[in-house]
Structure formats: structure tokens, C-alpha cells
């Protein structure tokens, strides 16, 4: 299963955050000037290439809100790190030096979220719902031939297939418990986003999606000011 930190969390209040917080989770506030240093980071360890960076503004907050939430999740299942993750392997994928810090939070948050599916002894079945979303998914990114129906999709379903995606939705499930009490908001900007605990990639683009992410809070409008 390829695992990709992605982040889908909405909201933002005005009294909790200004136009320096890029987001919050619970007490704790990740500024805009939190963001840049990632990104320098990552710009600098590239050099002469730094043009080419493969983040954005956006993956930063991402995986800096993904990083928060998975340990909270993490805790309750008693799953830790290992002492040597695989930095190098996430790096290729992100295409950034396995250095940078963030290949660091991501590869953790990667890495944690996977630990935490496979310590998942109790997992609900798919709902027609669930389903729908998955093949909603697949279809929007050519995951699947044209013209075929949901129900030909829902029982072309390989039973590996299937319980690996009950316990990426049960890992879903249990981040909006966790997310849900600690109000977590993103400043408009960076919205839509989405915690991506299935992804594949497509062989015909290389590019990596979501077929079941985590979507927390409620979209509030405030003032956006340009922090490029």
C-alpha cells in the first residue's frame, strides 16, 4: 500500500487565528513563519535546483497538521517510531534530499499512519458509502475503465484489497475522534486540504491520490492576506 500524507481539514476561526497562522490544532499554532522555514529548508538543500521544488506552501501545512494529529492517533494504539525510519525511500518519492526537515515530518507521519493500520485488530465493513467514495475517487483520476458501474466496481473488489481498506477507513474514523474535540482549523488559504491514509499512485501520470483521506471542520470565511 502506498502511503501518502496528505490533509483534508477546513475551518478557521477568527479569534483563534490571524492572518500569521497558517493553522491550529487545540492549543497549538503553526505560523506562517513555521511554514517558510520548511520551505527554506527544503529550497536551500537544493541548491541550484531550488527552482524545481516539488512542495508547496499547501504540503507544508499538510504534513505539519498530519504530523500533530497522527501522533495523537498513534498514542491510543501505544505505536511509536521505529528507531530508524526509512527517510531515504520517502525521499525519493518526494523527490527532496532525505535531510530536509520536510522529508522528516513526512516520512513519520507516513509511517506512524501505516504502523497504526496495521496495529487495527477491530475494523467495521464498508459501507455502500465508503465504496461510492473509493470508486468516486478512482474514477475522477482515471483509476478506472470508462463506462464501468459501481456495482460491477463493488464486487470486482479483491478481498485483500477490501480488508485493506476497512482499516484505512477505521484509521479515517478515528482521526475525526481525535480531530473533532480540538476544533482544528486552516486558514482558507490552504483549503481544501485533506489526511490521505490510502493513496495510489497512477501508472499512466506518476501522480499520487487519495482513495480514502480524513476531512475535518467546517469552513469559515476570514480575511486572506497574500504571505507568499
Do not use: W
Not at 461510492?132 to 475503465?145: P, Q, S, W
Amino acid at each position: 500500500m502506498t502511503v501518502v500524507a496528505s490533509l483534508a481539514l477546513a475551518g478557521l476561526s477568527a479569534c483563534r487565528a490571524g492572518t500569521d497562522v497558517a493553522a491550529s490544532v487545540g492549543d497549538a499554532r503553526i505560523t506562517e513563519e513555521r511554514v517558510q522555514a520548511v520551505l527554506d529548508d527544503a529550497r536551500n538543500a537544493l541548491g541550484e535546483n531550488a527552482a524545481n521544488l516539488p512542495i508547496t506552501r499547501e504540503d507544508v501545512v499538510n504534513v505539519l497538521v498530519s504530523r500533530d494529529l497522527i501522533d495523537r492517533v498513534a498514542a491510543r494504539h501505544n505505536v511509536r517510531l521505529p528507531a530508524s525510519p526509512s527517510y531515504d525511500q520517502f525521499a525519493a518519492l518526494v523527490r527532496l534530499p532525505a535531510t530536509t526537515e520536510y522529508v522528516r515530518l513526512y516520512t513519520e507521519y507516513s509511517t506512524l499512519q501505516y504502523d497504526v493500520e496495521q496495529s487495527m485488530t477491530s475494523t467495521t465493513p464498508l459501507s455502500d458509502d465508503d465504496l461510492k467514495d473509493v470508486f468516486h475517487r478512482l474514477t475522477a483520476n482515471g483509476g478506472i475503465e470508462p463506462g464501468t458501474t459501481f456495482d460491477t466496481f463493488r464486487t470486482s473488489v479483491p478481498p485483500e484489497a477490501l480488508k485493506e481498506l476497512q482499516a484505512a477507513v477505521a484509521l479515517r474514523d478515528e482521526v475525526h475522534e481525535v480531530a473533532d474535540p480540538l476544533n482544528v482549523s486552516v486558514h482558507p488559504r490552504y483549503q481544501p486540504l485533506e489526511l490521505g491514509v490510502y493513496g495510489v499512485r497512477n501508472q499512466k501520470t506518476n501522480a499520487i491520490y487519495q482513495l480514502v483521506a480524513a476531512e475535518v471542520g467546517t469552513d469559515v470565511t476570514v480575511p486572506v492576506s497574500d504571505v507568499s
